[in-house]
């Protein structure tokens, strides 16, 4: 199967995370990259994967099919629909590290045709997954049988920042119109997958890959993880979770020093707000232990 690690630019803020995680990246996966930019982030994507130290990077500009509140999360499902010339895929949110083989993920694909994460190791019976996938009793194009058998039994509970998949999976589309159904809701795409493992996984067509490959720094994990992902700014923000700022600061810092993808030469203007304070604070603690 050829096979294709993908990312989704959308805006110009996301530059920082999406550099560190191309360098993690290439330490346990040397295939081509795409970066799938919206067209306001296109300059600094074409950048990014103009340097030949980042590997084959691609960038393909695209517009999102549907524009409103959280648009990037269902253009993830989409440009994945649309990898017609390819037929193993990963998605990895530009707020992730790659600090172990993704291998497995890929071989999911060929073997089930779609790939969903297990966060950490939350379950659908956990009290957030419980209060967000209760929103789905109010969308009428939603399998309520389905709705009603995730909330009462304990299966994995997603986080899509890192999914797989064949362009021709059966779950990208219904996953896709689901996701419609609940876009008034938090993380409707997020949401919308929950109740598809139960009917997709007896047939073979899914199957769920566990939290080392989607977890968070602020929780202690009990395997080696293979996939780290900073959500919600835990890899900028030290009072969100300090285990992911000690992470992914001296990488970041590392991409600078090299200027990889000419990240030192954009960095100040990219408008990343948490990136910017971390960086101030950490000049002044260093300034202070040097005065």
């Known amino acids: 199967m050829k096979r294709l690690v993908n990312y989704l630019l959308s805006d110009v803020p996301c530059g920082p995370y999406l550099t560190v995680s191309l360098m ?45 509140r959280d648009d990037y999360l269902f253009d993830k499902i989409d440009l994945m629909m649309g990898l017609d010339d390819y037929e193993a895929g ?11 083989p993704v291998e497995e993920l890929f071989r999911g694909v060929e073997e ?61 589309p219904e996953w896709y119109e689901w996701t419609m159904a609940a876009k008034w809701t938090f993380i409707g795409d997020e949401v919308a997958l929950q109740p598809l493992q139960v009917k997709h996984v007896p047939k073979r067509r899914m199957v769920v890959a566990d939290g080392r490959f989607n977890h968070s720094p602020k929780v202690e ?13 835990c890899f900028t923000k030290e009072e969100k979770s300090p285990v992911g700022v000690s992470m992914w600061y001296p990488l970041y810092r590392k991409a600078v020093d090299k200027n990889l993808g000419g990240i030192a030469e ?6 990343h707000r948490w990136t910017k304070r971390l960086e101030r604070a950490k000049r002044a603690e260093f300034t202070e232990k040097t005065s």
Request: hydrophobic letters at 40%.
């Open 112 to 172: 089930f045709g779609f790939v969903a994460t297990q966060f950490n190791q939350w379950t659908t019976r956990g009290p957030i997954m419980q209060r967000r996938i209760k929103n789905l009793r109010r969308c009428p194009e939603v399998d309520q049988e389905l709705v009603e058998d995730v909330l009462r039994r304990p299966y994995p509970a997603f986080n899509v920042g890192v999914f797989a998949s064949n362009p021709k999976s059966p779950v990208l």
């Open 266 to 271: 954009w960095k100040d203007h990219c408008k």
């Open 221 to 233: 994990p009990v395997r080696p993880v293979h996939v780290w992902h900073g959500h919600g700014n």
């Open 90 to 100: 990963i998605l990895f949110d530009a707020d992730t590290l790659i600090t172990g």
């Open 24 to 68: 993690s990246l290439r330490d346990f996966y040397r295939g081509p990259v795409r970066v799938h930019a919206w067209a306001r982030a296109e300059e600094m994507a074409r950048r990014i994967a103009a340097d030949d130290r980042l590997g084959e990077v691609e960038v393909v500009v695209r517009e999102a099919r549907w524009r409103g």
